[in-house]
């Protein structure tokens, strides 16, 4: 029998540890730059979110043409301190003029909750880190809510990305589970996929996986999305991939709302060490 991850249930669980440790005044700031309409729904959830926290938020909507200086330029003024912020995001992806590196180099690392900073990426590295990147975050979240084994696991990783794959991977080595990071020039996949305990895809091509390439009662998490029209999917062939798994993520309300939580969590725990600084 399959169990599908009710990512609304766990998520609420998260809002209420945020309420639980709030106490400072948190406010999260994001940089959303042109028009486009996937990353237009998730800035107002975030907002949404953040606003059900009790947690400020600050948007910024610069048009598409923007030059990478003066984006950087931006997002620096944002930091000042009268601006008040413990948390600062860039939302991806940015028009293809500009040099996403450098955007994401301006922001401190004090309050680089999305954890794409160099700075951030060498604390994932080190087991240093002391906030989650949300969406690996989020799909740790549900592997622990739903007691999946990570020690030892043999853990397949469907696209080495800097949102998803690549932070996962260090994370869950940091658990002690066996690790393969799949890329684009990766040759059979199916060939790892069907012998892994858990496998996640963060790719956002839809049909990427399907149930005849995992083994039955592997755990499958899919944090890849991607649009036809207005409808989204995720990576896998949820139809046959939910016959065959023990434990799978539906999309939407699987990782999404739990990737908008652990960013809400990051943004007050940010809050919580600038207090004690």
Known sequence: MHTIVNGHKIA???????KRQRGVTAKLGVVLVGNHKPSQTYVRKKGEAAESCGVDFLLLHLPSRISTKQLVAEVKQLQQKRYGLTGLIVQLPLPKQINTGKVLESISPSIDVDCLTQ???????????????????????????????????????????????????????HEQATVSVLNRSTR????????????????????????????????????????????????????????????VTPTPGG??????????????????????Q
């Open 188 to 247: 059979n996949v199916a060939a790892y996929t069907k012998t892994a305990d858990i496998v996640v895809t963060g790719v956002g091509h839809h049909g990427v996986l399907t149930g005849a390439m995992i083994k039955p009662g592997a755990v499958v998490i899919d944090a890849g999305v991607s649009f036809v029209g207005k409808k989204m999917y995720g990576d896998i062939d949820f139809t046959s991939v939910s016959k065959k798994a023990r434990l």
């Open 119 to 173: 700075t951030s990426l060498g604390k994932l590295i080190t087991g240093s880190y002391w906030i989650e990147p949300p969406t690996p975050g989020a799909i740790i979240e549900i592997l622990r809510y739903h007691k999946v084994p990570l020690v030892g696991a043999k853990v397949v990783i469907i696209g080495a990305g800097s949102l998803v794959g690549r932070p996962l991977a260090n994370m869950l080595f």
């Open 255 to 276: 990782v999404g709302p739990l990737t908008v939580a652990k960013l809400i969590e990051n943004t007050v725990k940010c809050a919580s060490k600038l207090a004690k």
């Open 12 to 18: 609420t669980q998260i809002y209420s540890r945020i």
